[in-house]
């Protein structure tokens, strides 16, 4: 039996339709409250919006992926995303990614094995003139070096 969308998030779905000229128009909204609710967007979850809105799955796929917001498969209680982009590479960030993730065990886009810390390697975050640039749960690091990365790891809860 194909999963299906909770009473609840029928419920969202539908009010937020009602802001929005076409079902599909909604999408994004859509896969934002998905997520809340089912904390990822996996294949199961792909389809049951694309069902609650009418439009072809593989145009949900396009949009969840499209945009780093959305998770497509669970991730740790905190996401750390470090800029590896071209001011953020010049001053190390490649190096500085390399090292977070032998401190943490794990390759970029895992997470690790305690669910703690997701890290992802991601473009441009729009503070180059502070690079390298780490963000962590969305706070940002500037000026990264491993001594503050590692602070800021230990600090989260
Ligand atoms: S290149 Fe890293 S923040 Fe812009």
Known sequence: MAPTLSPRLEQEIERLCERYPTRAAALLPTLQAAQRELG????AAI????GALGVPAVRVQEVATWYTMFKLRPEGRHLV???TNLSCHLCGGSEL????CR???VRPGETTADGRFTVREVECLGSCGTAPVMQ?????VENLTL???TAALQSAP
Do not use: P
């Open 40 to 43: 990822a967007l996996d294949e």
């Open 103 to 105: 401190e943490l065990g």
């Open 97 to 100: 990614l390399d090292a977070v």
């Open 81 to 83: 995303e470090i800029c």
């Open 147 to 149: 001594e503050k990365a």
């Open 136 to 140: 962590i749960d969305g706070a940002f």
């Open 47 to 50: 389809g049951m919006v694309a």
